[in-house]
């Protein structure tokens, strides 16, 4: 290697270093939600809680182990999940009754057919995206998985406040994720997270939907189930 190519190779090394070592920091914030009365004017509203907010820009291995989502009294719990990449999700029916689940959604389509009672159904999630969750069997069960790119992601609480922590100092897009928002609009600001400090970001969105309507996994709308028997249900 030339002198001439030498210097430009030794100063990316030095500018580089302080960065590979540089202290994370962190963004906290709240996320605003507005909802769309009769009258066509948006209200505030009170629950912000089942927001995800996460940041893209760079990516990170996905943690150890698996997710566990469960089917309780005919309800997803939690019914907001978010996870990184790569990740495995477990689908386990701690019900009484069968169950059907099912993702019809771009990001990640998926049929776990008939689960009974204490079985499970375990997916992978390799591609960021939203993936809707259902069940084939009772309509009213409804969840969202939302795969981001790493571990800076939090779900906010009634009072619509988030931290990230552990973020690699830069400049980042930062999101916030509603299921509650039919159009699938993505509220999205930008942040500069400093080493050792603390940034902070305000997202807001607009509630749009009104239920959770949908169709079954063969993409037809709910009715009687042939092949689902009372005891099944």
Known sequence: MGSRSLKPFLLSLLLAAPLASAEPGSVQGEVLISVV??????????????VVVYLTGYTEA????????????????????????????????????????FSRSVARKF?????RPNETYVEAFKKTGI??????????????LVVVPNRAFAVTGKDGSFRLSGVPPGRYPIFAVHRRDEKSDIARAEVVVEAGRTSTATLTLVETRT???????????YGPRPDYSEKDR
């Open 37 to 50: 009365g009769p009258d066509g004017k948006p209200r505030p509203k009170a629950d912000r809680s089942g």
């Open 211 to 221: 239920d959770d309507s949908h169709l079954d996994k063969r993409g037809k709308k």
């Open 131 to 144: 993936v809707d969750v259902y069940c084939d069997i009772h309509e009213q069960m409804v969840a969202t």
């Open 62 to 101: 996905p943690p150890a182990g698996v997710v566990r989502m469960s089917q309780r009294n005919k309800t997803f719990i939690p019914s907001v999940l978010p996870i990184v990449a790569g990740q495995k999700v477990e689908f386990a029916n701690e019900d009484v009754v069968v169950h059907n689940v």
């Open 111 to 115: 049929d776990a057919g008939k689960n």
